[in-house]
């Protein structure tokens, strides 16, 4: 069992920056593939980026390109994403998830765990 944390979330001006964090109880966090989704309202929750477990290999989506960078620290059982240039379309509350899969981590369903998220509001 796995229990995650999301913090960092907030209200900031479009171009400006956040980084989120999530927090992993347990001593198995390394074997997790981790990911950052998000959910704006009224609409479905999307993939933003993943990170293997070793920390290697990185997945972002279309929108995160460029913009946002997702890494980990196994010391610390966390996981984060830096946010840059943000957007007033990067309006959601981001969720992050654990894994135990090494593939396809961009889709909704390969994820056994998830935090209770975080609200991210970008005001244009």
């Known amino acids: 069992q796995v229990q995650l944390v999301e913090s960092g979330g907030g209200l900031v001006q479009a171009g400006g920056s956040l980084r989120l964090s999530c927090a992993a109880s347990?001593?198995?966090?390394?074997?997790?593939?981790m990911g950052w989704f998000r959910q704006a309202p009224g609409a479905a929750r999307e993939f933003v980026a993943a990170?293997?477990?070793?920390?290697?290999?990185?997945y972002y989506a279309d929108s995160a390109k460029g913009r946002f960078t997702i890494w980990r620290d196994n010391t610390k059982n966390t996981v984060y994403l830096q946010m840059n240039s943000l957007k007033p379309e990067d309006t959601a509350v981001y969720y992050c998830?654990?894994?135990?899969?090494?593939?396809?981590?961009?889709?909704?369903?390969?994820?056994?765990?998830w935090g209770q998220g975080t609200q991210v509001t970008v005001s244009s």
């Open positions: 990170i293997s477990w070793s920390g290697e290999s990185t």
């Open positions: 998830g654990g894994s135990l899969y090494v593939d396809y981590l961009t889709l909704l369903d390969q994820y056994h765990y």
């Open positions: 347990g001593r198995t966090f390394s074997r997790y593939a």
